[in-house]
T-cell receptor, first 109, second 118 residues
Framework: KQEVTQIPAALSVPEGENLVLNCSFTDSAIYNLQWFRQDPGKGLTSLLLIQSSQREQTSGRLNASLDKSSGRSTLYIAASQPGDSATYLCAVTGNQFYFGTGTSLTVIP | DAGVIQSPRHEVTEMGQEVTLRCKPISGHDYLFWYRQTMMRGLELLIYFNNNVPIDDSGMPEDRFSAKMPNASFSTLKIQPSEPRDSAVYFC????????????????FGEGSRLTVL
């Protein structure tokens, strides 16, 4: 069974810092990997989706990379802002979607 | 498109009562998923449908839980009888399809239904 792990579980950084969130998965036979953001009391909002044939995707200050062979993905956030504070989850797609437990990010003004 | 729509957003009920959660997926999406989220267990897949047919319900915790999708635009998740340990946020999500040529396989979530069972 696919297992998805996100480390660290929580991260606190001062505003303006660049940061990296990690996601690892045990089965490399995936179709794609998706990064989500979840604000307190809200649903999950899709940030970036990387197809299995791709190495990275970029959207604004966000850059996600995928290394299928090593079972890893990273989400890079440049010049972090307080508004980036949220929980970030990754999900890999096999015969269904498998979610990590998330990283809770706090950006301190 | 309005996105995935769930109702109610909040439900407070007493133990033993029946609870029905509703979901309207994005039009044209073939897949519909029901998830449960708690602090202790994170996001858990309960059941998912493909073209209105239940594909995998192995995540449904007990016989007290049931889900239906009578048509492509509506699904329900029912808990009868409800128990305090069912308290959680229940999410519905939909996807065009899991994978395929020319398709992103992106997953879209509703805002969730927060259930509290007293």
């Amino acid at each position: 069974k696919q297992e998805v792990t996100q480390i660290p579980a929580a991260l606190s950084v001062p505003e303006g810092e660049n940061l990296v969130l990690n996601c690892s998965f045990t089965d490399s036979a995936i179709y794609n990997l998706q990064w989500f953001r979840q604000d307190p009391g809200k649903g999950l909002t899709s940030l970036l989706l990387i197809q299995s044939s791709q190495r990275e995707q970029t959207s604004g200050r966000l850059n996600a990379s995928l290394d299928k062979s090593s079972g890893r993905s990273t989400l890079y956030i440049a010049a972090s802002q307080p508004g980036d504070s949220a929980t970030y989850l990754c999900a890999v797609t096999g015969n269904q979607f498998y979610f990590g437990t998330g990283t809770s990010l706090t950006v301190i003004p | 498109d309005a996105g995935v729509i769930q109702s109610p957003r909040h439900e407070v009920t007493e133990m033993g009562q029946e609870v029905t959660l509703r979901c309207k997926p994005i039009s044209g999406h073939d897949y519909l998923f029901w998830y449960r989220q708690t602090m202790m267990r994170g996001l858990e897949l309960l059941i998912y449908f493909n073209n209105n047919v239940p594909i995998d319900d192995s995540g449904m915790p007990e016989d007290r839980f049931s889900a239906k999708m009578p048509n492509a635009s509506f699904s329900t998740l029912k808990i009868q009888p409800s128990e305090p340990r069912d308290s959680a946020v229940y999410f519905c999500a939909s996807s065009p399809r899991l994978q395929g040529l020319g398709n992103t396989g992106e997953l879209f979530f509703g805002e969730g239904s927060r259930l509290t069972v007293l």
